[in-house]
């Protein structure tokens, strides 16, 4: 049974992540400096008072909503490649998923972290710092799925995993921006057959994930 | 002999070039939208109505904002690389030009473009058009420089112009955005090694500019 506090409770964390994610969402069109509690409470019918309990200040807000961005970015890109076998199969799927995540807007103005990086780098402080950890815990992400197809013999174990982490991320940023910026989604294609280029010539053997 | 006149429009034309220059300045780190009329005459002590007479509206300084980047950048890119012999070397010239003009510092914020085409992708309008016409234009003659160095049949004539310049391009943007983000001024090694890599893969025989 729910009593009036564990409502309350359920109430209150219900208002947090559509706050959140209202938040995320703006922040990917216009940036996370235009966030203000009193226009997402007045966009989700909630009292300022109520935004304003659980954030206390826009730069907690801030850090929040890079957080959970980070959250529904582990759902839509990390997760679904996680489903593909561990190794080449892996590193196709996460360059795919990324593209996908971008294309489809998960986020309506592209990936939130190019447009809140982009904003952010030269201004330092908890924001940055937290956009900067996501970006790190991404590209290590990258490396580690890159790394384990080489242990499996799929890939030239010469090449260094946060290198080519680094180089197939390149190619999803730059589709992202140019897609959006020149109105051109052939931006995509182009990244996606980049990145097959690559792995192809990294590959030990032909693998079905890039026939 | 100079007249009056002849004087007045002389010191308008530096105004008016001060006035971009440190626009450009501020729209690399803090964005386009920031810029102000009444900041820039503050910052360079000039009155408010005589900013105003050169710019008439914040678009209007935005997009003169936008043009006066991209003769800065076609100066402190373009223009070296193209002392280089034409070819591969100027291919290889280009890349590492423009991880210079990043890494130096050319704008405070790092590449002008990639600072406010993040910024304005989502908003449509005469600014991100101008933004966008800047990019095409640095792709087309990125590809007009690989297509020579393939004529010169230095690289391999297979790959198209157009997705090898997106590549190379790509990688600077990256090296930008993760140098600035997480102070990591390894990312333009890392990136400089990718773009010679890449090129080395697609070079007919040796060449001294891969050397």
């Known amino acids: 049974m729910t009593d009036g506090r564990d409502g309350r409770v359920a109430r ?14 703006i922040a990917s069109v216009e940036g996370l400096d235009g966030l203000s509690i009193g226009r997402l409470a007045a966009d989700l019918s909630v009292s ?8 206390g200040s826009k730069e907690e807000l801030q850090v929040a909503t890079v957080r959970a961005a980070a959250r529904r970015f582990a759902e839509e890109v990390v997760a679904p490649a996680a489903a593909a076998p561990e190794g080449l199969a892996r590193v196709v799927a996460l360059g795919e998923r990324w593209l996908d995540y971008s294309r489809s807007g998960v986020f309506p103005g592209g990936c939130f972290f190019v447009s809140v990086a982009a ?19 991404w590209l290590d992400h990258y490396a580690a799925v890159v790394a384990a197809a080489q242990r499996r013999g799929e890939l030239d174990p010469g090449v260094d995993p946060a290198d ?6 390149a ?15 052939s931006a995509y294609d182009r990244a996606r057959a980049a990145m097959r280029a690559r792995l192809r010539a990294l590959a030990t053997a032909p693998h079905p994930a890039l026939a």
């Open 12 to 25: 209150g964390e219900r208002t947090r992540a559509a706050v959140l994610r209202r938040a995320a969402d």
């Open 48 to 55: 300022k008072a109520g935004v304003f309990a659980h954030f």
């Open 119 to 137: 904003e952010y780098d030269a201004r330092p402080g908890r924001v940055r710092d937290e956009i900067a950890a996501a970006r790190r815990r």
């Open 164 to 169: 080519l982490a680094f180089e197939l991320d």
């Open 171 to 185: 190619l999803g940023m730059a589709a992202n921006l140019h897609a959006r910026l020149c109105d051109d989604p």
